[in-house]
């Protein structure tokens, strides 16, 4: 989604006035029944997917059948009709709202900020992902050039991060864009939640951007074996992709990459 603005650029001594695309930032609301549980600011668009993927990340369910419906806001009680999205679930994965542990606000540059503790994460039973997946060098170093070919908005703003599945042969399965980075990998697993593609045991994750602890506790939640991302990863995510046997890649670009955790996966 692009918002059309008027700029002032100045080049080499010369000002003019010209048009200009933005990315677009509005919040997104997810309601459990009528309750509230999440607020996101995201970039407009695929939002079943983002509640999807969010649902499914968050713990809050185990697996697209435990998400009844879900359905974009349409009460007029709340003035921002497409910034809602409901969700039913079936009783057992419905959330205790009074004791929960964590304030569900993300905002767009670092994820939900507030969870109880590091531990909480590692406590949910993460499993290791699929052993036996490997994926060529040669492949690799090819896919940053398909995510930015890809990227449709980033063309014309430059401000939107971007997540993309590719299969164990390098061809793009999906691509996701949004202003925040982890709402972008939860569209691209919302995308396969929805298609009953969960887990992800042979699927590559890329990501525009570094490669966060949160993008790294998703990933594998979703089953993928391998994440890899154009900067560089943080110490907490590579301590956690080290924790689950995860395959983490960081500085893929040109011909090159640094391969952080998993050696194994990538094939010699």
């Not at 369910?61 to 009460?75: D, K, R, T, Y």
């Not at 959330?95 to 590091?118: L, V």
């Given at each position: 989604?692009?918002n059309?603005t008027?700029v002032?650029?100045?080049?080499d001594?010369?000002?003019?006035r010209k048009?200009?695309?933005?990315a677009?930032?509005?919040?997104?609301?997810i309601?459990?029944?009528t309750?509230p549980l999440s607020?996101?600011?995201r970039?407009?668009?695929h939002d079943?997917?983002?509640?999807?993927?969010?649902l499914f990340?968050?713990?809050?369910v185990?697996?697209?059948e435990?998400?009844v419906?879900?359905q974009?806001?349409?009460?007029?009680?709340?003035p921002?009709?497409g910034n809602l999205?409901?969700?039913?679930?079936?009783?057992e994965?419905?959330?205790?709202f009074s004791k929960?542990?964590?304030h569900?606000?993300?905002?767009s540059?670092?994820?939900?900020c507030?969870?109880?503790?590091i531990?909480?994460?590692r406590?949910?039973?993460?499993?290791a992902?699929n052993?036996?997946f490997?994926?060529?060098p040669?492949?690799?170093?090819?896919?940053?050039d398909?995510?930015?070919s890809?990227q449709d908005v980033?063309?014309?703003t430059g401000?939107?991060h971007?997540a993309?599945?590719?299969?164990?042969?390098g061809?793009?399965?999906v691509l996701?864009?949004d202003?925040?980075r982890?709402?972008?990998?939860d569209?691209?697993?919302?995308?396969?939640?929805?298609?009953g593609?969960?887990?992800l045991?042979?699927?590559?994750?890329?990501?525009?951007?570094r490669g966060?602890f949160?993008i790294?506790q998703?990933?594998?939640?979703?089953?993928?074996?391998?994440?890899a991302s154009?900067?560089?990863?943080?110490g907490?995510?590579?301590?956690?992709a080290r924790?689950?046997?995860l395959?983490l890649?960081g500085?893929?670009?040109g011909k090159?990459f640094?391969i952080?955790?998993?050696e194994?996966?990538?094939?010699h």
């Amino acid at each position: 989604m692009l918002n059309l603005t008027k700029v002032s650029e100045w080049d080499d001594g010369h000002f003019q006035r010209k048009d200009d695309y933005l990315a677009a930032e509005e919040p997104l609301e997810i309601r459990v029944g009528t309750e509230p549980l999440s607020v996101t600011m995201r970039t407009p668009g695929h939002d079943l997917e983002l509640a999807a993927g969010f649902l499914f990340t968050e713990g809050i369910v185990s697996s697209g059948e435990q998400i009844v419906s879900l359905q974009p806001g349409v009460s007029g009680e709340n003035p921002n009709v497409g910034n809602l999205v409901h969700a039913e679930l079936v009783p057992e994965a419905i959330p205790d709202f009074s004791k929960t542990q964590r304030h569900f606000f993300a905002a767009s540059s670092c994820g939900i900020c507030g969870k109880a503790s590091i531990d909480s994460i590692r406590s949910r039973l993460l499993k290791a992902p699929n052993p036996d997946f490997r994926f060529a060098p040669e492949l690799l170093v090819k896919l940053p050039d398909v995510l930015r070919s890809s990227q449709d908005v980033f063309q014309r703003t430059g401000g939107l991060h971007a997540a993309a599945l590719f299969d164990s042969t390098g061809a793009l399965q999906v691509l996701r864009e949004d202003i925040g980075r982890h709402n972008a990998v939860d569209k691209v697993i919302g995308w396969a939640l929805q298609g009953g593609q969960i887990p992800l045991a042979n699927s590559v994750l890329l990501v525009s951007g570094r490669g966060g602890f949160e993008i790294v506790q998703k990933a594998i939640v979703a089953g993928l074996p391998v994440v890899a991302s154009v900067s560089a990863p943080s110490g907490l995510a590579v301590q956690l992709a080290r924790e689950l046997r995860l395959t983490l890649i960081g500085f893929l670009r040109g011909k090159r990459f640094v391969i952080y955790s998993g050696e194994e996966r990538i094939a010699h």
